[in-house]
């Protein structure tokens, strides 16, 4: 499908702490790759910088050149006094992309939370609205899936569900996804270590 990313000779620095240091390696999509690699390491930082317009042309190199990216940070950017749907029917429309009834209904059942669709966000649990922040990233059907730690706040068979629908885009996206601690049933393509200032990619 021509899906890739090559980084070349990244370098990442906090204040005075080098994170990074002339990185570069190549990742041919679709495919999922997880991101390991201890706290403060640089990995949230990693995927922040992909989403740098200033880095693309000199250190990212994407295939399709303008992929569509959806990103999931730990700030979820939900506006909690809309409905989950309400949420999903304004994000996709800015990215000039709204979504039809049918979708955004196929979306909810999905994820298994269509009763919360009508219901606002701050009476969510953590668990759910992390589900709501998860269809935002997938509502624009992005080829680029950029995830920092998201089974954060799921329960064990919402887990089971996010890996079922991750394996299923991973057939069709290129997608990065920051862990924490090793998952299950995830069909991994590669792996990116972050270690002292450095990438090892198996």
Do not use: C
């Not at 624009?140 to 899936?145: A, E, G, R, V």
């Amino acid at each position: 499908m021509g899906l890739s990313l090559k980084v070349s000779n990244l370098s990442l620095s906090i204040g005075n702490k080098t994170l990074l240091r002339n990185v570069s390696f190549d990742l041919e999509g679709p495919g999922l790759f997880t991101i390991l690699g201890e706290n403060g390491a640089g990995k949230s930082t990693f995927l922040k910088a992909l989403l740098d317009p200033d880095r693309k042309s000199e250190t990212f190199l994407f295939q399709p050149k303008s992929p569509r990216i959806g990103y999931l940070s730990h700030e979820l950017g939900l506006y909690s006094s809309l409905s989950a749907k309400e949420n999903i029917e304004y994000f996709s429309s800015l990215q000039g992309n709204s979504l039809p009834e049918s979708e955004i209904k196929e979306l909810f059942q999905v994820f298994k939370i269509k009763e919360k669709a009508k219901d606002p966000i701050y009476t969510l649990s953590r668990g759910q609205k992390q589900k709501v922040a998860l269809m935002r990233t997938l509502s624009m059907d992005p080829n680029l899936i950029l995830l920092d730690e998201p089974f954060t706040g799921l329960d064990f068979a919402s887990k089971d569900n996010l890996i079922e629908i991750l394996n299923a885009w991973s057939n069709k996206a290129l997608i990065l996804i920051v862990l924490h601690e090793k998952v299950d049933s995830l069909h991994i393509k590669g792996r990116l270590e972050f270690l002292d200032s450095r990438i090892s990619y198996a």
